[in-house]
């Protein structure tokens, strides 16, 4: 009702106010344009008075080609009554200046100059677009006439600049409101002046988006509502002017349209503001009776309503409850209210169990469609700390699973996950499987889940566990890689020792039997000669056999202590651990030719088991019998020091080099029985290689004797 009395009254004032405005605005556009007349004829003056003045210069004998003293001096008296021009002169025919109204330093040439070219052309007055003044370097347009002899033979051009500062006067004279705007332009499109703010546009190009379509549209007169160049909208009158042959200007000012609209708009905000209030009027008038029998009582029912629905489970209306229709409704709310908060109550606590089970396992719980490649319905916080990426980034990527697949696994996994319905999926699902975690670690996991169904035994989603089961394969990967290693070890150790066992009777066989049997042959030759020489025999060739034979005995005592040394040294019994080290270091030296150098940082008393002696000789044996088999050295360097509670033994070549890499390769046995032994005595084992570089081995065994 309050509308229906108020629209007709609104619907006045926006017409009128509309009549008004376009009223006002023909006016705008009407002293917009009177204005920009009275500049441009301003302008028009300015050009003809140029035109005028050079005509008569042209006529002076003094302006000619040779005067220059007496041209300059003439020009330079003159100039001072016309101030506007920044400068007076003339240009021979080849373009050389002559004559200047202001001192000229250098000698300038004015040939490339477009008026100049169009006055030797056209032979007629002439006029230039925005350029720089060559003498003052003020900003110009320059005016150009021939000059021509009696024998009417072009001989010069004398020219005036006119200073675009003369503009200023255009504003001062034209008088133009607040808020204006005068623009003028040459014919490429260059602003001349522009007030206000001369500086910033005098000299640039006019934007496209401006005015300058319409002062280029070749229509006399025109007006135009558009933005200045300073963002203003304004209502703007142009005129154009011709200067000279082929050069046009434009004057254009425009009138702020906010400003020139200001007083209709008062008007017709005055008759809004009326019809305003008495639309308020009325229809407070309507509130107060409204609030009083309907409103309040919709506005508790509302309220609540928002109250329930933001999650205030104790929102109520309250009693008293009427037999009208908002009562009841009131009434019925509040009993909706009552079941839904205990309805909410109790999921809640289910909820809270179950969620306080599910982030306590250490796993990770997820749910999802039936195929899991659809994307993640929940997934339990343990994912950041196991996985890496956050539970909101699992969710919001439906494709993360997928990617996060190790590639190896991917296409196994995901045959299970994409089957029918009536394929494993649809059942359940079981895997185990890679995946990357977030900084491209490599994780094992065992999947399983379980398809859940409605009360119409139809399924719904797969509820899962992922449980990370990476240490577990490590350790069985471990596992395995030790029991290979021992295998290994075992017949390299039984390889060894049937070597071993070989060599030795080899040398019992070549060494002691071939002494033996010589002993034999001996015996027998002389048990001959003794019976022989009681017949007669010399017993100088006896005693060379004598000789011969304790020789041979010494050999094989020799070969004997050669074998047995080579078992077990007797000096690693006798003399320790160093002067061992030190025997087998020269003899490695003397069997292979290779350099070793030994230096001993441990006192001479130092107390060391048995075992801990054996096994750092044995294994300073084998690292000699790689450096020989492999290295290429030529030098070897051999330290055995004291440390606290260790003792250190480095062996360093200067040969091939080796790799941690292959340290650990299952096929360097030697290297790895030389770990195993240090690892009996709880010592430590490394290898160090440089390709090209030498190699370091260090052991360090505990001192665990040794107080």
Known sequence: MILSAVLPALGWALYTGLEERLIQRSQVEENALRLTRLAAGDLVQAVEGARQLLIGLAQLPEVRPGNSAVCSALFANLIKKYPYYANLGAVEENGDLFCSARPVADKINLSDN??????????????????????????????????????????????????????????????????????????????????????????????????????????????????????????????????????????????????????????????????????????????????????????????????????????????????????????????????????????????????????????????????????????????????????????????????QLHPDDSQRVLRGVRGKPETECAIGFRAEYRMLSKDKRVLWFRDEAVVVKNELDQPQFLQGILIDITEQKRAEEELKSSREQLRELAAHIEAIREEERTRIAREIHDELGQALTGLKMDLSWLEKRIAEARRGIALETLQKKIDSMKVLIDATVQSVRKISTELRPGILDDLGLMPAIEWQASEFQSRTGIRCVFSAKVPDDLPLDEKRSSAIFRIFQEILTNIARHANASRVDICLKKTTDHLVLDVKDNGRGFTEAESYNLKSLGILGMRERTLLLGGEFSVEGIPYGGTTVTVRIPLAAVK
């Not at 255009?170 to 607040?178: I, K, R, T, Y």
């Not at 109250?307 to 909706?336: H, K, T, V």
């Not at 469609?369 to 996985?387: H, R």
């Open 114 to 403: 477009p008026y100049f070219r169009q006055a030797l052309g056209t032979s007629d007055f002439t006029m230039s677009g925005y350029r720089i003044d060559e003498v003052t370097g003020n900003a110009v347009i320059t005016f150009g006439y021939p000059v021509y002899d009696a024998m009417n033979t072009m001989l010069a051009v004398v020219f005036a600049n006119l200073d675009l500062a003369w503009f200023k006067q255009l504003d001062v004279e034209a008088q133009l409101p607040s808020g204006a705007a005068l623009i003028v332009i040459d014919s490429s499109g260059t602003i001349l002046a522009r007030y206000p703010d001369p500086e910033k546009w005098v000299g640039k190009k006019l934007p496209e988006k401006s005015i300058s379509h319409e002062l280029r549209s070749g229509l006399e007169e025109t007006t135009i509502e558009v933005n200045g160049l300073d963002g203003i909208p304004r209502l703007y009158g142009i005129a154009r002017l011709s200067g000279a042959a082929g050069y046009n200007l434009y004057v254009s000012i425009g009138i702020s349209k906010k400003a020139a609209l200001a007083p209709v708009n008062r008007v017709f905000m005055r008759n809004l503001i009326g019809i305003a209030l008495v639309g308020v009027l009325a229809l407070v008038a309507t509130w107060f009776g409204g609030e009083m029998f309907i409103l309040r009582r919709l506005d508790s029912l509302v309220n609540a309503t928002k109250r329930l629905a933001s999650g205030d489970l104790a929102a109520r209306i309250g009693a008293p409850y009427g037999q009208d229709e908002i009562s009841m409704l009131a009434c019925s709310f509040d009993e909706m209210a009552d079941s839904l908060e205990h309805r909410t109550t109790d999921l809640n606590r289910a909820e809270a169990k179950y969620r306080t089970l599910v982030e306590q396992i250490p796993m990770i719980t997820y749910i999802t469609p039936l195929d899991k490649t659809a994307g993640t319905l929940y997934i339990s916080p343990q994912i950041e700390a196991i996985v890496g990426f956050l539970p909101e980034e699992w969710l919001n990527d439906p494709d993360l699973w997928v990617r």
